[in-house]
């Protein structure tokens, strides 16, 4: 029996030895493959930002600018992903994706908003701004507050308005030069009721869709033109299976950088101050550049394209807007006739400076 209890004992000795040896090799094995970097990747912040746009447009640029300075400010602590051209979602899906927290940021056009709260139709209403100091002023005034505040009940967080500018118009059926021009003509547009009841102000026949579908549109004939801005004609190529480009300034397209409200909420204060912080410094920074783009590459358009190129004069844009004010009645009871107001009141401040 003595004999036994030994051989158990031994046998106990044994295992723990083995035991205390395989911990120890171990722990000397991870001690040696250590990776600083892999601690890092560990405790690193990964936030993912979704966009349909070309990384060489207004908002392309702007997203990257953000990554990079929220990189620089957090010491790469924090990261923000960046994926353009739809490689994730198209500008139909982003918003849902945002909901469901499989992105973290977007920055829709704010025609798509119309989705969410009618009042972000105002943007949409034609010629609502005449200048790029008359977008400054409405979207960092009384008019961008209100359209941020009808997000809470969404619970999402807007952060900034990028701009890209003013959008244009391109056809196989021209030129186009007066209202009656698009009689007849199908035309691409962003998913947005206000766009779509002007367009049929002036007897075209316009049709919703994403922007990544706009190319296979117009290359199949499926449409006979679009609107948009300079930037996404370029960017997109537009001009490669259009004819005629007519500078119409007729509508001002630009995006609300948005995030989740449970998200933001979830961050610690530092995190909230390196996002914000980045986030001014890149729309300043958007605003100075956005415009410049889009004269630097209608030049480009004008020197390396054989599509025709008309400028709308004075008084043929007067023309356009007369025809296109009576949507603004219209939509009074959707939108709301003080928002209307006030935008009004911003334009012909603009069209008096002028």
């Known amino acids: 029996m003595k004999s036994l209890m030994t051989c158990l004992g031994l046998m106990i000795l044994g295992i723990v030895i083995a035991l205390f040896i395989g911990f120890h090799d171990r722990e000397a094995h991870e001690e040696l ?4 970097d892999q601690e890092g990747l560990n405790d690193q912040i990964v936030f993912r930002f979704s966009h349909v746009v070309a990384e060489n447009t207004p908002k392309g640029l702007a997203a990257n600018k953000f990554a990079e300075l929220v990189r620089q400010k957090s010491g790469g602590h924090i990261k923000i992903e960046v994926f ?5 979602y198209s500008d139909i899906e ?6 469901k927290g499989d992105v973290q940021f977007i920055a829709p056009s704010t025609s798509k908003l119309g989705m969410l709260s009618p009042e972000w139709g105002v943007l949409d209403l034609p010629y609502a701004f005449t200048s790029y100091d008359a977008v400054q002023e409405g979207l960092n005034g009384e008019i961008g507050t209100q359209l941020f505040a009808s997000l809470k009940k969404n619970n999402m967080k807007g952060l900034a308005y990028w701009t890209n500018g ?3 118009i391109t056809s196989n059926k021209g030129p186009i030069r007066t209202p009656d021009d ?8 962003m998913q947005s009721d ?5 367009f049929r102000q002036l007897g075209a026949a316009p049709r919703q869709d994403s922007f990544n579908s706009t190319f296979q549109l117009l290359e199949n004939n499926l ?26 300034n007729h509508g001002y397209l630009g995006y609300a950088v948005m995030t989740d409200e449970h998200i933001w909420n979830s961050q610690t204060e530092e995190t909230k101050r390196i996002l914000t912080e980045a986030m001014k410094e890149t729309t300043e920074w958007n605003e100075k550049h956005a415009e410049q783009m889009n004269k630097d ?9 054989p599509i025709s190129i008309y400028q709308l004069t004075k008084a043929e844009q007067d023309e356009w807007m007369k025809r296109l004010d009576p949507v603004y009645q219209q939509y009074e009871s959707v939108i709301g006739r003080k928002l209307i107001r006030e935008l009004l009141e911003l334009r012909k401040s603009y069209e008096t400076d002028s």
Request: net charge negative; glycine share 4%; charged share 30%.
């Open 297 to 305: 590459q209608l030049k480009e358009i004008k020197e390396n394209s």
């Open 33 to 36: 493959y250590y990776d600083d």
């Open 194 to 198: 206000v766009i779509e009841d002007q």
């Open 223 to 248: 449409v006979d033109g679009e609107e948009n801005t300079i930037s996404n004609i370029y960017s997109k190529k537009f001009y490669n299976v259009q004819d005629y480009l007519t500078i119409s």
């Open 84 to 88: 353009p051209n739809g490689s994730l």
């Open 182 to 189: 698009l009689k007849g003509q199908a035309l691409r547009i």
């Open 166 to 168: 003013f959008k244009q």
């Open 94 to 99: 982003e918003i849902d994706a945002l909901r």
